[in-house]
């Protein structure tokens, strides 16, 4: 009996000295991290037009109908000129008028009105001069008691009369001098811009009478800026007013995805952030884009209880005719984006980490042999391998703070 208390005493002993376990340490080495967030949106065009009546008049032949896919250049309707080729020959009409009035301002000391003003002057000049002649020989006459005094002040009355007309042709051809210069140029001259711009941008216009697509697309309804009522699709025959929205043209060139997300994913994206974009209806053809646009203000709810959602808009890169025709505005489509992404990143289990008051503390060594060190890290982010940490070099870490030496 007292045998065994003496053995069971010393196995009791034995256990209570035993030594502590051997740490355990973890291998950790650089390994690329990346965070995707799944989400699901609709495709819309990037831009949405609306292509008026360059003039007005009626719809001479209509190309197009509402949903159907055009090229960029593509005819989409015509235009009856008759209108504008009647406003354009008046207008035509007027630019040579304020031409031809320029031209003979410009040339106006030479011109017929002029030279008539300058021939009456001399010939007022000549006939004064003849009478005033005349008035002095009868005067000497006069003196020597030839002629009578009645027959000297009838000379006198018609040289006062003639001084009298040649006045007024020389103010006559002073006006007329004056009419070519100052104002009346400046005028004729605005008058020449004001129907040269006209005519111009009539000319402009009806170079417009064949209406092309500006970028590929698909006709879509017309809203006047996307915000009033549907307007009809006009007809071959109809009449419209210049500037009357004809058609809706959403360009399918590029597109943009519009999605939502939630308040516990929202924070984590932001502008730049590359997309995989994956869809029903283009299987086996991915597409790329990046993150356009985060919002920052939550949706309007009904239910207050509901988890806040987030717009948010993605760009669409440039597709190929063939994806153009195969994508539609109104598709669904899967999103893959790439919230994260560290190429070198260290990532150690979370029994690795100890907190340390407000430190989190990794216990660390760069091989088998070397040196145990304390190293205060930051904490990143985790996914299904561990949590990446910085402040930390590829080497060991021990799992649990017992591993300490």
Known sequence: MLIALIGAALI?????IAPPPAPQWVSVQTKPMTLHIGLVGKFEPIQTIVLNAPFEGVIQSLEAEQGQWVQKGQALLSMDPTLIELQLR????????????????????????????????????????????????????????????????????????????RSSAQNELNALLD?????????????????????????????????????????????????????????TGSRVSQNQALLGLANTETLKIVTTASELDINQLQ?????????????????????????????????????????VTLSVAALTPGQ???????????????????????????EAISQEGSEMVVIYRKGEGQPIERRIVEVGHANAEGVEVFGLAPGQVSLGSSSRE
């Open 271 to 311: 502008p730049g952030q590359r997309v995989e974009i994956l869809g029903d209806g283009f299987l086996g053809e991915p597409l790329l884009g990046h993150v356009q646009a985060v919002g920052n203000l939550a949706l309007p709810s009904d239910d207050p209880g509901d988890s806040a959602l987030f717009p």
């Open 179 to 235: 009419e070519g210069k100052g104002q009346a140029r400046q005028i004729a001259e605005m008058e020449l811009t004001n129907a040269t711009v006209r005519y111009e941008q009539l000319q402009r216009l009806i170079a417009k009478q064949v209406v092309v697509a500006p970028f590929t697309g698909v006709i879509v309804p017309v809203n006047a800026a996307q915000g009033a009522e549907v307007t009809p699709l006009v007809q």
């Open 90 to 165: 008046e207008a035509l009409s007027g630019q040579l008028k304020a031409q031809r009035t320029v031209h003979e301002l410009n040339n106006w000391e030479n011109g017929t009105q002029v030279t008539r003003a300058r021939r009456a002057l001399r010939t007022a000049d000549i006939s004064l001069s003849n009478l005033e002649g005349r008035l002095r020989e009868n005067r000497h006459l006069f003196e020597r008691g030839i002629i009578a005094r009645n027959e000297l002040d009838e000379l006198e009355q018609q040289t006062k009369l003639q001084r009298l007309e």
């Open 324 to 350: 153009a025709k195969r994508i539609r505005p109104g598709m669904s489509a899967r999103l893959n984006i790439t919230a994260y992404h560290n190429e070198q990143a260290i990532i150690v289990a979370p």
């Open 12 to 16: 009791v002993k034995k256990v209570a």
